[in-house]
């Protein structure tokens, strides 16, 4: 189980229901105060294949690549 989570931000993952690796669709899930959930889900048979928690860390990341460099948030 633990071995296909690597893999987590791939475009595909195992399906169980169609039998091999289907491209997954991204939806947000939660949004918490210090961290975001998506859950990865089969864009065939629309089965959950994951989720993937995206922590304070990795999202002030992100806000620093999308342009607010340098500027501390509130
Ligand atoms: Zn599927």
Do not use: W
Request: glycine share 8%; with cysteine.
């Amino acid at each position: 189980m633990s071995r296909q989570f690597e893999n987590l931000r791939a475009s595909s993952l195992y399906c169980r229901r169609c039998g091999k690796a289907m491209p997954v669709r991204e939806r947000l899930l939660l949004i918490l105060p210090d961290k975001e959930i998506y859950d990865y889900r089969c864009t065939v048979c629309a089965d959950s294949l994951g989720q993937r928690e995206v922590g304070a860390g990795e999202l002030a990341r992100h806000r620093l690549v999308s342009g607010l460099t340098g500027k501390p948030l509130r």
